[in-house]
């Protein structure tokens, strides 16, 4: 006879080098999201669309790390850290595992593509989420490169929708703020 016990149960192995970067690159898109608030006027005007209440809790489940977001007393967007307890969450915006995390964080997957497979879960105000993620695309064309770019966004602006000027001029205040706070 067979038993249940004869077959263990197999446990996953901890991805800790998978973990680490997406906790890295989580943290630099908080940050970010903070220095483009003030620098792009892009960015100024997704946010001023948001509600004053507005604090998002983007994380990787079951338990990835968290990157929390949201506008201060003054109504300028803050970057909180990665510890959502003690905070009113008005937006939680989850990836749905880690792989789905290195999918959308190497870039190899948009987030417009996440979406249509299921790999990004909402619980809040979806028109919000929207904006969310129209930011994310605004910071990868400020931060990375144009053929990394272009792997993660669904698509790459034109010298109609961002001069050049504008998006060098972005990327500079933006990394200098990221550096400095």
């Given at each position: 006879?067979?038993?249940?016990?004869?077959?263990?149960?197999?446990?996953?192995?901890?991805?800790?080098?998978?973990?680490?970067?997406?906790?890295?690159?989580?943290?630099?898109?908080?940050?970010?999201?903070?220095?483009?608030?003030?620098?792009?006027?892009?960015?100024?005007?997704?946010?001023?669309?948001m509600p004053a209440d507005f604090m998002l809790?983007?994380?990787v489940m079951p338990n990835g790390p968290h990157?929390?977001?949201?506008?201060?007393?003054?109504?300028?967007?803050?970057?909180?850290?990665?510890?959502?307890?003690?905070?009113?969450?008005?937006?939680?915006?989850?990836?749905?595992?880690?792989?789905?995390?290195?999918?959308?964080?190497?870039?190899?997957?948009?987030?417009?593509?996440?979406?249509?497979?299921?790999?990004?879960?909402?619980?809040?105000?979806?028109?919000?989420?929207?904006?969310?993620?129209?930011?994310?695309?605004?910071?990868?064309?400020?931060?990375?490169?144009?053929?990394?770019?272009?792997?993660?966004?669904?698509?790459?602006?034109?010298?109609?929708?961002?001069?050049?000027?504008?998006?060098?001029?972005?990327?500079?205040?933006?990394y200098v703020r990221l550096t400095t706070g």
């Amino acid at each position: 006879m067979i038993s249940h016990n004869d077959y263990p149960e197999i446990k996953p192995k901890k991805k800790l080098i998978k973990q680490i970067y997406v906790w890295i690159i989580m943290l630099v898109f908080g940050r970010a999201f903070q220095a483009a608030s003030r620098v792009d006027k892009g960015a100024k005007a997704e946010f001023d669309a948001m509600p004053a209440d507005f604090m998002l809790d983007f994380y990787v489940m079951p338990n990835g790390p968290h990157m929390v977001v949201g506008k201060d007393d003054n109504g300028r967007i803050k970057y909180y850290g990665w510890n959502p307890a003690g905070k009113k969450i008005t937006l939680f915006m989850g990836i749905k595992h880690l792989e789905a995390g290195i999918k959308m964080f190497t870039f190899q997957e948009s987030s417009c593509t996440a979406v249509a497979r299921d790999r990004l879960e909402v619980d809040g105000d979806l028109p919000v989420a929207c904006g969310v993620l129209r930011i994310m695309d605004l910071l990868e064309v400020m931060l990375l490169p144009k053929i990394v770019t272009k792997l993660g966004v669904k698509r790459y602006p034109k010298w109609s929708q961002m001069s050049p000027l504008r998006k060098w001029a972005s990327r500079l205040l933006v990394y200098v703020r990221l550096t400095t706070g």
